[in-house]
Nanobody, 126 residues
Framework: QVQLVESGGGLVQAGGSLRLSCTAS????????MGWFRQAPGKEREFVAA????????DYADSVKGRFTISRDNAKNTVYLQMNSLKPEDTAVYYC???????????????????WGQGTQVTVSS
């Protein structure tokens, strides 16, 4: 049974930082690309960042480029999202997701991902 468990969310002031973690189990972690998505109240789920199986390729939404960094540790079955210079508009539930794919590929579409975590709330106060 595949499980993805996010942690690290919370309340932070604008300009602050948080690091989200997502630990996966149930299948070989390094065989799958990983991604982070978010959903704010009243809005659709949107892509945030993605990383390839080996970690060599990454992709970011324009809204977070230069502020967020995705990384992974295949030995720990964990993907991270370092979020700096947070803004109130970053407030959302953040989800990690896992996708099949080639070694160097990343995925920006939610439909490419077949397993999802339960989400972790990030709230940025102004």
């Amino acid at each position: 049974q595949v499980q993805l468990v996010e942690s690290g969310g919370g309340l932070v002031q604008a300009g602050g930082s948080l690091r989200l973690s997502c630990t996966a189990s149930g299948r070989t972690f390094s065989s799958f690309g990983m991604g982070w998505f978010r959903q704010a109240p009243g809005k659709e789920r949107e892509f945030v960042a993605a990383i390839s199986r080996g970690g060599g390729n990454t992709d970011y939404a324009d809204s977070v480029k230069g502020r967020f960094t995705i990384s992974r540790d295949n030995a720990k079955n964990t993907v991270y999202l370092q979020m700096n210079s947070l803004k109130p508009e970053d407030t959302a539930v953040y989800y990690c997701a896992q996708r099949p794919g080639r070694w160097a590929s990343t995925g920006v579409a939610a439909t490419e991902y077949d397993y999802w975590g339960q989400g972790t709330q990030v709230t940025v106060s102004s």
